[in-house]
Every structure is written in structure tokens, then in C-alpha cells.
């Protein structure tokens, strides 16, 4: 359900793990893609549950956060070291080893479990975003208007950066007051056409 919605519901858009793995697009997902996709959920759950993720990560521009990493390392690290164990007990036949290969193993399927349920929260609270379940997005939407400066007021108002010191200012001193009109540096109205100037 979670990688139909992320290709909007468009399975004509439907690769195998999302185009991530080798076999993508090799399956024969075109004709038939629902079918691809139960298989691939049923034969391959970890693949399909982390393609979605990458696919939307792609899609949202969005990174893994640490606490994400530290999480999903110490699943990989529990894997791992169940894997481990259970070639010691292999080699060795030690049975002592086996059990703790076998507790590790249900351990590490126990975080595997809490953390892919995890993710796929993660999937459907993302997706339901980008389809304004959540009503409209504020990064997305347009900008709040902007007033320009004009002459009836003596300050314009405040809008974007904070107000910057003059130049040559010392630090901490309030700015010059600013005067109604234009600025001294530009002539007046009243002084155009300049004197001796004829048409």
C-alpha cells in the first residue's frame, strides 16, 4: 500500500525495489505489476520496506538523522553478530554458542520488527504530507506579503534582514534619525530643470 502511494498510486511507474537493486526491471513488473509488487513485499519485505524509503527520500530530498543511523546500525549490528555466532556453533558444535546464536537472532528480528514499523510510519506521515493530509504546507505555500516603503511613512516597515548599522557607525549607537522625502544625496524635486538649463 505504502509503495503504491508513493508512486501515486500509478503502477505503471512500478519497478522492483524502486530501481535500486540489480533485478529492477528485469522481473517483468510491466505486465503485471501488482503481482511484482506482492511478490517482491512477501519474498523481499527488508528490500521493499527500504526501497520505499530511498524512493522517497529521493522524491523529498530528505536525509537519514542520526538517531535513524544509530537505530538502524544497531540493527545491522545485531545481524550481524547473531550471523556470527551461529558459523561458531556451525563450526564448532557447540551448543551453548547455538543458543546464544538463536537469542540473538530473535533479538535481532525483535528490532528489526519495532524499527521497520518505525520507518513505515515514517513512509505514510511523509506521504500524507505531500498530499495535504495535514492541510496546507507552509514551505510550500506562497509568501506572506511584502510592503514597500513610501514616502508618507518616515520609517518602512520592517521586512526580511534586521535593520543594519550605518556605515561608519560605531557599534551600539542608534542609527541616524531619517528624514521624510528623499535622501540628502539626491536633488530635489523642485531643483529640476537645474538653473541655466534651457530647453
Known amino acids: 500500500m505504502l509503495r503504491k502511494r508513493a508512486l501515486y498510486n500509478d503502477m505503471s511507474r512500478y519497478v522492483c525495489c524502486a530501481g535500486y537493486l540489480p533485478c529492477s526491471g528485469k522481473c517483468g513488473e510491466s505486465k503485471c505489476p501488482e503481482l511484482c ?39 545491522f549490528c545485531l545481524q550481524q553478530l547473531a550471523c556470527i555466532c551461529s558459523l561458531v556453533a556451525c563450526i564448532t558444535g557447540n551448543d551453548e554458542i547455538g543458543d546464544l546464536a538463536q537469542m540473538l537472532s530473535c533479538l535481532s528480528d525483535l528490532v528489526y520488527c519495532s524499527v521497520c514499523a518505525c520507518i513505515q510510519t515514517q513512509h505514510k506521515v511523509e506521504m500524507d504530507k505531500r498530499d495535504g493530509k495535514f492541510g496546507p504546507q507552509p514551505a510550500m505555500a506562497v509568501p506572506s506579503v511584502q510592503q514597500m516603503s513610501r514616502f508618507d511613512q518616515p520609517i518602512p516597515p520592517h521586512a526580511g534582514y534586521a535593520p543594519q548599522q550605518a556605515y561608519g557607525q560605531p557599534y551600539g549607537y542608534p542609527p541616524p534619525p531619517q528624514t521624510q522625502g528623499y535622501p540628502p544625496a539626491y536633488p530635489q524635486p523642485h531643483a529640476y530643470p537645474p538653473h541655466g538649463y534651457s530647453r
Request: with cysteine.
Open 37 to 75: 509488487l506482492g511478490t517482491e513485499v512477501v519474498c523481499c519485505f527488508c528490500n521493499s520496506v527500504a526501497s520505499t524509503r530511498f524512493l522517497l527520500q529521493d522524491e523529498f530530498n530528505i536525509q537519514t538523522t542520526q538517531c535513524d543511523n544509530c537505530i538502524i546500525g544497531f540493527m
